[in-house]
Protein backbone atom coordinates (compact mmCIF):
# COMPACT_ATOMS: atom_id res chain seq x y z
CA UNK A 1 0.00 0.00 0.00
CA UNK A 2 1.35 3.59 -0.74
CA UNK A 3 0.13 7.08 0.36
CA UNK A 4 -1.83 8.80 -2.02
CA UNK A 5 -0.10 12.22 -0.82
CA UNK A 6 0.06 13.92 2.88
CA UNK A 7 -3.50 15.39 3.74
CA UNK A 8 -2.09 17.81 6.04
CA UNK A 9 -0.33 19.61 3.45
CA UNK A 10 -2.80 19.52 0.58
CA UNK A 11 -5.36 21.45 2.69
CA UNK A 12 -3.34 23.09 5.95
CA UNK A 13 -7.09 24.53 6.92
CA UNK A 14 -8.90 21.09 7.03
CA UNK A 15 -6.25 19.64 8.90
CA UNK A 16 -6.45 22.36 11.53
CA UNK A 17 -10.26 21.90 11.85
CA UNK A 18 -9.83 18.15 12.12
CA UNK A 19 -7.08 19.20 14.72
CA UNK A 20 -8.88 22.01 16.69
CA UNK A 21 -11.79 19.25 17.46
CA UNK A 22 -9.58 16.70 18.41
CA UNK A 23 -8.09 19.58 21.16
CA UNK A 24 -11.80 19.37 22.26
CA UNK A 25 -12.28 16.04 22.70
CA UNK A 26 -8.69 15.82 24.66
CA UNK A 27 -9.64 18.26 27.04
CA UNK A 28 -13.30 17.39 27.33
CA UNK A 29 -13.09 16.71 30.78
CA UNK A 30 -13.77 12.52 29.63
CA UNK A 31 -11.19 10.06 31.43
CA UNK A 32 -8.05 9.40 29.41
CA UNK A 33 -9.72 5.22 30.03
CA UNK A 34 -13.02 6.21 27.55
CA UNK A 35 -10.73 8.11 25.18
CA UNK A 36 -8.46 5.53 24.39
CA UNK A 37 -11.32 2.96 24.16
CA UNK A 38 -13.28 5.13 21.51
CA UNK A 39 -10.06 5.74 19.87
CA UNK A 40 -9.24 2.25 19.54
CA UNK A 41 -12.45 0.27 19.19
CA UNK A 42 -13.35 2.90 15.92
CA UNK A 43 -10.16 2.52 14.43
CA UNK A 44 -10.43 -1.09 14.55
CA UNK A 45 -13.80 -0.97 13.18
CA UNK A 46 -12.49 1.15 10.28
CA UNK A 47 -9.52 -1.16 9.73
CA UNK A 48 -7.03 2.07 10.23
CA UNK A 49 -3.72 0.46 10.78
CA UNK A 50 -2.20 4.24 11.53
CA UNK A 51 -4.90 4.52 14.16
CA UNK A 52 -4.65 1.18 16.02
CA UNK A 53 -0.86 1.35 15.80
CA UNK A 54 -1.17 5.09 17.36
CA UNK A 55 -3.83 4.36 19.85
CA UNK A 56 -2.13 1.02 21.12
CA UNK A 57 0.88 2.17 22.11
CA UNK A 58 -0.75 5.54 24.17
CA UNK A 59 -2.94 3.45 25.78
CA UNK A 60 0.16 1.40 26.76
CA UNK A 61 2.39 4.39 27.45
CA UNK A 62 -1.11 5.63 29.94
CA UNK A 63 -0.55 2.38 31.80
CA UNK A 64 -3.53 0.66 30.09
CA UNK A 65 -2.80 -3.36 30.44
CA UNK A 66 -2.35 -5.55 27.62
CA UNK A 67 -4.94 -7.81 28.31
CA UNK A 68 -7.26 -4.47 28.41
CA UNK A 69 -6.01 -3.31 24.83
CA UNK A 70 -5.68 -6.65 23.20
CA UNK A 71 -8.96 -7.99 23.34
CA UNK A 72 -11.18 -4.89 22.72
CA UNK A 73 -11.23 -6.34 18.70
CA UNK A 74 -13.13 -9.27 20.78
CA UNK A 75 -14.77 -7.55 23.84
CA UNK A 76 -18.25 -9.02 23.62
CA UNK A 77 -16.64 -12.10 24.67
CA UNK A 78 -14.28 -10.92 27.64
CA UNK A 79 -14.50 -10.24 30.80
CA UNK A 80 -12.57 -7.78 30.98
CA UNK A 81 -14.01 -4.77 30.65
CA UNK A 82 -16.38 -3.44 33.21
CA UNK A 83 -20.12 -2.25 32.90
CA UNK A 84 -19.21 1.24 31.72
CA UNK A 85 -16.69 0.17 29.26
CA UNK A 86 -19.21 -2.40 27.44
CA UNK A 87 -22.00 0.42 27.75
CA UNK A 88 -19.51 3.00 26.09
CA UNK A 89 -18.23 -0.29 23.32
CA UNK A 90 -21.74 -0.49 22.71
CA UNK A 91 -21.90 2.75 21.55
CA UNK A 92 -18.56 3.19 19.80
CA UNK A 93 -19.90 0.13 17.48
CA UNK A 94 -23.25 1.19 16.98
CA UNK A 95 -22.23 5.06 16.20
CA UNK A 96 -18.94 3.82 14.15
CA UNK A 97 -21.23 1.22 12.21
CA UNK A 98 -24.47 3.85 11.76
CA UNK A 99 -25.19 2.81 8.37
CA UNK A 100 -25.63 -0.43 9.20
CA UNK A 101 -27.00 -0.12 12.62
CA UNK A 102 -29.20 3.04 13.12
CA UNK A 103 -27.88 3.15 16.17
CA UNK A 104 -30.50 1.22 18.03
CA UNK A 105 -32.14 2.37 21.20
CA UNK A 106 -31.06 -0.97 23.21
CA UNK A 107 -27.01 0.78 22.84
CA UNK A 108 -28.63 3.91 23.69
CA UNK A 109 -30.48 2.61 27.18
CA UNK A 110 -27.48 0.87 28.42
CA UNK A 111 -25.43 3.84 27.83
CA UNK A 112 -27.67 6.34 29.24
CA UNK A 113 -27.18 4.03 32.51
CA UNK A 114 -24.04 5.17 33.18
CA UNK A 115 -23.23 8.25 31.27
CA UNK A 116 -25.28 11.73 32.09
CA UNK A 117 -26.20 13.42 28.88
CA UNK A 118 -23.43 15.65 28.73
CA UNK A 119 -20.80 13.18 29.04
CA UNK A 120 -22.82 10.68 26.23
CA UNK A 121 -22.93 14.24 24.05
CA UNK A 122 -19.06 14.49 24.57
CA UNK A 123 -18.50 10.33 23.73
CA UNK A 124 -20.71 10.90 20.57
CA UNK A 125 -18.47 14.04 19.32
CA UNK A 126 -15.25 11.84 20.26
CA UNK A 127 -16.04 8.98 18.39
CA UNK A 128 -17.35 11.13 15.48
CA UNK A 129 -13.53 12.75 15.48
CA UNK A 130 -11.67 9.47 15.15
CA UNK A 131 -13.85 8.34 12.88
CA UNK A 132 -13.08 11.29 10.87
CA UNK A 133 -8.84 10.81 11.63
CA UNK A 134 -9.65 7.09 10.18
CA UNK A 135 -11.16 8.30 6.98
CA UNK A 136 -8.67 10.90 6.43
CA UNK A 137 -5.68 8.04 6.96
CA UNK A 138 -7.19 5.10 5.23
CA UNK A 139 -8.70 7.25 2.38
CA UNK A 140 -5.40 8.63 1.66
CA UNK A 141 -3.64 5.47 2.97
CA UNK A 142 -1.25 7.19 5.71
CA UNK A 143 1.66 4.69 6.65
CA UNK A 144 2.04 3.86 10.56
CA UNK A 145 5.73 4.16 11.38
CA UNK A 146 7.47 0.54 11.27
CA UNK A 147 8.86 0.05 14.82
CA UNK A 148 12.47 -2.26 15.30
CA UNK A 149 12.50 -5.78 14.93
CA UNK A 150 13.42 -7.65 17.99
CA UNK A 151 15.02 -10.28 16.81
CA UNK A 152 14.39 -13.68 19.31
CA UNK A 153 17.92 -14.86 21.07
Known sequence: MHPRFNFAE??????????????HVQHSGLDRRFIHLIKLRASQINGCAYCVDMH?????????????????????????????????????????????????????????????????VKITVAIGTINIWNRLAVGFRSQHPIDAVVKAA
Open 56 to 120: VKEARHDGLSEQWINLMCVWKESPVYDARERALLGWVDAVTKIAETGIPDSDFDVLKQHFSEEEI
Open 10 to 23: ASPSSYKAVAALEA
